[in-house]
């Protein structure tokens, strides 16, 4: 069957519109939106540039002419008004090319739309035609030219000269920036991950957060209410970055990730009660300092400040330089001190987790001294109580591509604990090698931030 208004291709419908006319002037992006619509439609511009030297001799010869004509004109004024407009461009055309070195280009534009059902074609038909003409532009809907107006939105490029005859609009240089069609609120970077669509027109949305060439950093913040997808979205990161061989390191509250851990062949580590795997907060790693720097004992102890913060609330400045002397202290019966050759053995290998203080020793110093009975009360759980895991040596090695920190067994109350220490174990990993792609993911991050707030 044929019907001068549409063609059927496996299905689907397609129906064509020209631009034949334009606002004189534009001030805007003529396809804008277009773009930012939701309406399956495929669109070509065709730019065809001109002789200068042919285009101005042309235009020479026609002001002349129209020049003559609007003089002996009579008193018919709308021959006279249409005249004078054909002048008037044609002088500032004329202008731009040999004062602003402006080439002239002729300019086509077709719309094909499709869908798989009728009436909705014909309803995105009249809506297209009300947004352009919203726009200043006319259009002319393809009838018996559906065919050549089809192939015409094909990248084979072929304009044919009996749609080019309707379609043919004159344009100079800078006329062209506004019939740019890609200025919409899509991003798409070449070497990034499928993130979602975006909710004005559907388009793809790919970001490369690792091109430092044109983002800060690569950090990100997931927000939403609950059951909104914050979880699953943070799923499809990790599987797909994991794609990608970028190392990721998880802090999991709601033991929410055990799962993907397991089927992307990651590695689970448990701190709780019932865990048999142990990370001593007192650790000192080689990779906490990047390479080049100095100071592993001035860096771990404001970590540790921080920490223990959260157990024993906020500290004025003495209380803080008064932890700080035991903490010293701690390291010092262990041969460690600001010296960062102090952390080497004899063989010039870093010390292990062994030589390593851990928070009974700590305790033990804080009970020698009348003025920290308040820090000895606090740690008390940590060394011979509920928390008592929290005492021991590590026991855990971190080499692997994905490493899930579950930290549900600590409770609501202890969680913020669970948070701080693996949060300081991935970030030095992170720097433990700048030039590898990293990623550290917090989730509920809002339980420890909302401990520092009073």
């Known amino acids: ?36 619509t939701n309406i399956n439609m495929n669109i070509s511009i065709f730019y065809e540039k001109q002789d200068s030297y042919k285009t101005i001799k042309d235009l020479t010869y026609h002001i002349g002419n129209v020049g003559v004509e609007i003089k002996e004109a009579n008193q018919n004024r709308q021959d006279i008004d249409i005249a004078s407009y054909t002048y008037n461009d044609a002088k500032y055309i004329r202008k731009e090319m040999q004062v602003n070195n402006e080439d002239l280009y002729f300019l086509y534009i077709y719309i094909n739309l499709y869908s798989d059902d009728i009436k909705e074609l014909e309803y995105n038909l009249n809506k297209i035609e009300g947004i352009l003409q919203s726009k200043g532009m006319q259009t002319r809907r393809a009838n018996f030219r559906q065919e050549e107006c089809f192939l015409a939105t094909l990248p084979i490029m072929e304009n044919r000269e009996i749609i080019k005859e309707v379609s043919r609009r004159n344009i100079l240089t800078s006329g062209l920036i506004s019939t740019y069609p890609f200025l919409s609120s899509s991003i798409f970077d070449k ?9 004005y027109n559907n388009s793809l949305v790919f970001i490369d957060r690792y091109n430092t060439e044109k983002y800060k950093n690569a950090n990100i913040c997931i927000f939403g ?19 990608l ?19 992307l062949r990651g590695v689970q580590i448990k701190i709780g009660p019932t865990s048999e795997t142990y990370i001593n907060i007192l650790d000192i790693r080689k990779e906490s300092i990047e390479f080049g720097e100095n100071g592993y004992l ?60 851990i928070l009974e020793d700590l305790f033990n110093i804080l009970s020698k001294d009348p003025r920290t009975k308040k820090f000895r009360i606090k740690l ?22 994905l490493i899930v ?32 792609k990293k990623a550290i993911y917090l989730d509920e991050i809002w339980r420890l931030i909302r401990s520092y707030i009073k």
């Open 1 to 36: 069957m044929q019907n001068p208004k549409y063609l059927e291709i496996d299905n689907l419908f397609y129906s064509s519109l020209i631009v034949v006319n334009y606002y004189r002037e534009q001030t805007d992006l003529l396809l804008k939106n277009l773009i930012e």
């Open 191 to 199: 070497n990034g991950i499928f993130i979602g669509t975006n909710i």
């Open 225 to 243: 209410t609950s059951g909104a997808g914050k979880s699953f979205y943070t799923k499809l990161l990790i599987l797909r970055y994991k794609l």
């Open 245 to 263: 061989g970028i190392k990721q390191y998880i802090i999991d509250p709601d033991r929410e990730y055990n799962k993907v851990c397991k089927n």
């Open 298 to 357: 001035a860096t771990k102890i404001s970590k540790l400040i921080g920490f223990f913060n959260l157990i024993f609330g906020e500290m004025d400045e003495e209380e803080k330089a008064l932890l700080e002397e035991k903490i010293i202290e701690v390291y010092k019966l262990k041969n460690i001190t600001f010296d960062d050759k102090s952390l080497y053995d004899k063989n010039n290998n870093f010390k292990s987790e062994k030589h390593m203080p």
């Open 380 to 401: 008390i759980p940590f060394v011979e109580g509920s928390m008592k895991f929290f005492n021991n040596y590590t026991n855990v090695k971190l080499d692997n591509e």
């Open 405 to 436: 920190a579950d930290i549900y067994d600590l409770g609501e109350e202890n969680l913020k604990y669970g948070m701080y220490l693996f949060t300081d174990i991935f970030w030095d990993k992170i720097k433990e090698n700048r030039e590898e």
